[in-house]
């Protein structure tokens, strides 16, 4: 069965998402699920069509940027849909050329998509590890320092004031199980980092 997905970004693309869903009809899907949110935003209907298809199925989109906001969150969806036995095809990915991951070259276009997009992400952190060191060496990158041990004096002392747990952390804006995990280290006897 060929499931179709549309979307646009905002509610003023109604004639964008319509002729989405004429495009995929006209590809032969038999349901389509559609919806107007940013892709940034929770998308219910493309979570909706990917609980609806089963082994054998094919979702199909229009194009790929209605589909997924990167290449990770492409790869996500491809592989929720592979672990189904379900099959990813783009009517257009540039120009007229379709995407079929049902195919061995289709597969092999998602390879070299996916590929791109991990050297891209190891690149950029690697330009990130390197940006880290050199402020660490100039002394302007510290890290980020530790909330709840630079708080655990207070955490004690407000315990020893008898206020409960729950109400220390909403006082210090910290989550319960961080005081939970301080007085827990002071009972065991070990002295509590400042």
């Known amino acids: 069965m060929l499931v179709g997905y549309a979307r646009t970004s905002s509610l003023g693309q109604v004639a964008g998402l319509e002729a989405q869903e004429r ?6 899907c038999e349901k389509v699920f559609r919806e107007q949110v940013s892709s940034v935003a929770r998308r219910d209907q493309l979570e909706a069509a990917l609980d609806y298809v089963r082994e054998g199925d094919s979702l199909v989109v229009s194009k790929l940027d209605r589909l997924a906001r990167s290449v990770g969150d492409l790869l996500s969806i491809v592989a929720l ?58 002394g302007k990158y510290k890290g980020r320092a530790p909330t709840v041990r630079r708080r655990a004096l207070e955490i004690i002392r407000l315990k020893e004031a008898g206020v409960m747990p729950t109400e220390i952390a909403v006082r210090l804006g910290i989550g319960r199980a961080s005081v939970y995990r301080v007085l827990a280290t002071r009972v065991d006897g070990e002295r509590v980092a400042a």
């Open 23 to 28: 495009e995929l009809l006209a590809a032969g």
């Open 81 to 138: 849909l592979e672990a189904k036995k379900v099959s990813l095809r783009v009517l257009s990915m540039s120009g007229s050329q379709p995407l079929d991951t049902g195919t061995a070259t289709g597969r092999l276009m998602l390879a070299v998509i996916g590929a791109i997009g991990q050297a891209e992400r190891e690149t950029m952190l690697e330009r990130q590890r390197e940006g880290i060191a050199k402020a660490q060496q100039e």
